[in-house]
């Protein structure tokens, strides 16, 4: 199937500074497409230029096949949810999400049948009078989404909108985007700095990072099989264990961690002896027992730290020559305090290699 | 430490905005009371009151005729002068124009220059380019005069603007000229009304460029000026009583009207 979107060899700078560069992005239709980064590294700069609001230095994007790299906003079937909203301020909800509609030429009754529809998507019907300044963060959001899905886009493009919202309503938001995403069956491509809400909606996650994507891929493949640092560290807490390769026994390497010998599958590396690798290792990957366990990773340690946090409990497990290991345990799990030695473990394959590239300079 | 002339600079202060006060509204009460008198001349003792003066004043033709011709400069100077206010504020606010402070500072001139030398200048202009006294040139004068009020008001107004509402519309499928007329001038409508007003305002209170710029016929206070030549009578008392009621009522509901549009 042809995709919806195709950003072909796309670079953008600002003067000397690139935001963009040689990005290659294809995302098919249906999808909820998530681009995540930390601020600059150029996600939002693509969604501009996707909307139209940035032309690109060199390079094309297409959307259905056609090229609309140069074609001003207005021209392109396109819609931004926009990070504070930009809803009309003098205009009711319903002339808020009618305002595409009316610019698509459509006559009133059919307009009005739309703005209705949309309103009852989103529970809003008693709120087609009101003014912007009269609604909740949280209602206001909904009537920009709805404003944006009126005119019924190719794609729907969405710039942080859940940033100016509260921790529990925004986690209420992403379960709600979701599924107006699979109702509507539209594609959405979705800019974010937070992992959580990447994780949470998205079909395909792109990591940026500087400029360029760093690894692409669904939800588990990113959080359960980092391709660099960048993403290990971006996405979810981790381990990130630098070790050097003591040699290859069967498929599996065996590695010099701080003193401690473990053993990790090199995946598709075949490391040298000597060379230097990063484990990837999940706090919840790694099991804490009082006896000895039978997983293929075991070492002994001792409880820097044991911090309760509800739901689970953290803990920072000192092994080898001090080096500490963060994990997650269920609070009843495990009886040891600050001070006790504590046996960690994980099975080989829970933890991921990922190459120095530093060291290859 | 508390003396009893700590308190001097206070009670100074308040005994100088009440000699203010009085000094600003003794003359227009002794002028608005002076309008109710029943007699030709202008002193007092006032004696015997009256509403005659007004009844005359409104069946002045003159007078209707020079308050009509007021209305009508003003409001084709605060058109004018809304329209230009409205593009330089926009070119001010607009990204990749160069030279905007000077923008600013030519736009904001024709309110420091004094009226005199403003007029003066008007008048070379308009005779260099052939262009006759009369009502074109008062309004062009009014206009100039009033431009800097509106491009101050809307540039206020502009810069509170979220600058991703244009985008949206834009985003909406509105070209500039819709987005524009959907979006930026609705948004501008409170600082606009209160902007416009003020125009009307100036406009109408002009005497100086419309002395130099203008023909035969009177405008308001071109008028008022005449009859004060031929010596003083209650009659201007009330025509002046009364341009001062409406102005000040519309002057009022302009502040109104903007302080609300600011705190909304």
């Known amino acids: 199937m042809e995709p919806v979107v195709q950003f072909d060899d796309v670079t953008k700078s600002f003067g000397s500074y690139v935001a963009v560069e040689n990005l290659n992005l294809s995302i098919e239709a249906g999808k909820f497409v998530t681009l995540l980064g930390p601020s600059g590294c150029g996600k939002s700069t693509s969604l501009r230029m996707l909307g139209g609001f940035e032309t690109p230095t060199s390079g094309r994007i297409l959307l259905n096949g056609k090229d609309v790299t140069r074609v001003p906003p207005n021209k392109r079937n396109v819609n931004i949810v926009f990070q504070d909203y930009a809803l009309f301020p003098h205009m009711t909800v319903a002339k808020n999400i009618a305002f595409g509609l009316e610019l698509k030429g459509l006559d009133n009754d059919k307009i009005h049948r739309r703005v209705l529809e949309l309103l009852e998507l989103v529970q809003l019907q008693d709120y087609a009078k009101r003014l912007p300044a009269e609604l909740s963060g949280g209602q206001r959001q909904r009537v920009a989404l709805m404003r944006a899905l009126a005119p019924d886009p190719d794609v729907l493009l969405l710039d942080e909108p859940l940033s100016a919202l509260d921790a529990k309503l925004r986690q209420q938001m992403q379960i709600e985007l979701k599924a107006i995403q699979e109702k509507t069956g539209k594609t959405f491509m979705f800019v974010t700095h937070d992992q959580e809400e990447a994780l949470t909606m998205s079909d395909t996650i792109v990591v940026m990072n500087k400029g360029r994507i760093e690894q692409m891929g669904d939800p588990n493949t990113l959080y359960g099989r980092p391709g660099s640092v960048f993403v290990a560290n971006f996405i979810g807490e981790t381990n990130l264990l630098r070790s050097a390769v003591l040699g290859m026994e069967s498929g599996v390497a065996a590695l010099n961690w701080n003193g401690v010998t473990i053993k990790a599958d090199p995946g598709g590396l075949s490391p040298k002896v000597g060379e230097h690798l990063y484990v990837v290792l999940r706090p919840e990957a790694i099991h804490c027992s009082a006896d000895e366990p039978a997983t293929g990773n075991r070492i002994k340690g001792k409880i820097r730290q044991r911090v309760f946090k509800g739901n689970h409990t953290s803990m920072m497990v000192e092994v080898g020559d001090g080096a500490l290991l963060n994990t997650l345990v269920h609070p009843s799990e495990i009886a040891q305090l600050e001070g006790e030695d504590v046996w960690v473990g994980w099975k080989i394959e829970t933890a991921t290699v990922i190459p120095d590239r530093h060291a290859h300079n | ?264």
């Open chain 2, 1 to 264: 430490m508390r003396t009893p002339f700590s308190d001097v600079p206070r009670t100074t202060l308040t005994a100088f905005y009440w000699a203010f006060i009085l000094y600003l509204l003794l003359p227009l009460t002794l002028m608005m009371a002076m309008s109710f008198k029943d007699a030709n001349f202008v002193a007092f003792p006032i004696g015997e009151w009256t509403f005659d003066w007004y009844v005359k004043v409104m069946q002045d033709k003159q007078f209707l005729e020079a308050c009509l011709y007021s209305i009508m400069i003003a409001a084709a100077a605060t058109l004018a002068a809304t329209t230009l206010g409205v593009w330089i504020a926009m070119l001010i606010v607009a990204d990749g124009i160069r030279g905007q402070i000077v923008l600013f500072a030519l736009a904001c001139l024709p309110a420091v220059v004094p009226g005199m030398i403003s007029a003066i200048s008007l008048r070379i202009f308009i005779s260099t380019i052939d262009m006759p006294t009369g009502t074109a040139a008062i309004i062009l004068g009014h206009t100039v005069h009033a431009v800097p009020f509106v491009v101050v008001m809307a540039l206020t107004r502009l810069r509170s603007m979220p600058g991703n509402l244009v985008d949206a519309a834009r985003d909406l499928g509105a070209d500039s000229i819709v987005a524009f007329f959907r979006v930026t001038l609705p948004y501008l409508r409170p600082a606009l009304g209160g902007g416009m007003i003020f125009c009307v305002l100036l406009s109408i209170d002009d005497f100086v460029r419309t002395f130099f710029l203008g023909g035969y016929r009177p405008t308001l206070p071109m008028l008022i000026f005449a009859k004060v030549q031929g010596g003083m009578s209650p009659e201007i008392n009330a025509m002046a009583t009364l341009v001062l009621v409406v102005t000040a009522a519309v002057g009022l509901y302009a502040e109104y009207f903007t302080r609300r549009a600011r705190t909304r």
